[in-house]
């Protein structure tokens, strides 16, 4: 996969459409360079044939999203919008392992329009990324005053040592 198409990927991956997911993901494969598409349909391939014995080796189409997603379509920056975007990293892969057949059998007919996004029925509201919703605890600070204060606590410690 090459950077320069990472972003349509992660998008066609984004849309609720099944459809147009396997159309884009379709077209976008052969605008890999001829090169990267070998190697990929060879690494997918082998992804397919391992995936033919998932109930003993557990490696199902998703499993193989988990792996590979983040390597075969590593973001170009590491950054929090690349680190959200994994998920349909993996989702990517899991359609060309589902869907290698079709994938691979030729490109996108040249007749058909390229897939075009659904239109979004409700408007997208952002939130702000949060780690945790719990609230901020008041942080207690333990200090003392003076110096003096400070070496008769140490000197305490010390006798209670001895």
Known sequence: MTYRLHKELVSAAKSDNL???????HSLVYKLPEKNREMLE??????????????ENLMTPSNMGVIFGPTL???????????????FQNIV??????H???????PPEESAAPPVPPPRVTARRHKP???SKRLLRERTVFY???LDES????TGCESILI
């Open 100 to 106: 290698f057949v079709k994938i691979y059998s030729g």
């Open 73 to 87: 379509m590593r973001a170009q920056e590491d950054t929090v919008a690349a680190m959200m975007n994994i998920k």
């Open 129 to 131: 990324i949060t780690i």
């Open 151 to 154: 070496e008769a606590i140490l």
């Open 144 to 146: 003392t005053s003076s």
């Open 19 to 25: 459809d147009y997911r396997l159309g884009a993901i």
């Open 93 to 98: 892969v899991e359609i060309l392992i589902e």
């Open 42 to 55: 060879l690494l997918i391939r082998h992804l397919v044939n391992v995936c033919e014995y998932s109930k």
